[in-house]
């Protein structure tokens, strides 16, 4: 007969909390490569130039990148000090993360190069 698998609490919050490291690279990636980028559309493209929408919202946005590991982080400190009975919140907490973390992703690499391929389009042109 198999042993059942127990879980305790500390188990959920370190996973929880491992799991914040990819939104927090992301943020700190953010916050480190979208002033340069920024200063590099500049150069190339003028000041004037209009930037794809994406663009835009990456660095309207990045500096609150952060918020989404602190309030993972702190969901993962709940799970540790709080009695959770069910596994539902630390499993839509995870899935949370790891949506957001994706889209986070998706905006980074999209919203720094667009304006690359679109200086591309038109050098071909």
Not at 15 to 34: E, G, T
Not at 80 to 88: A, E, K, P
Not at 105 to 116: D, H, Q, R, T, Y
Request: aromatic letters at 10%.
């Amino acid at each position: 007969k198999m042993d059942s698998l127990y879980v305790k609490r500390w188990h959920i919050a370190v996973s929880l909390a491992l799991l914040q490291l990819w939104p927090l690279f992301l943020a700190i990636k953010a916050y480190v490569m979208v002033p340069e980028f920024q200063k590099l559309f500049t150069g190339m493209l003028g000041p004037r130039t209009e930037l794809p929408d994406i663009t835009m919202l990456v660095m309207a946005t990045y500096r609150y990148w952060i918020i989404v590991p602190i309030i993972g982080a702190g969901l993962a400190a709940f799970c540790m000090t709080r009695h959770v009975t069910s596994i539902l919140l630390p499993a839509v907490a995870a899935v949370v993360t790891l949506l957001v973390s994706e889209v986070m992703s998706l905006l980074f690499a999209n919203g720094m190069f667009a304006p690359v391929v679109t200086l591309v389009t038109s050098m071909r042109q």
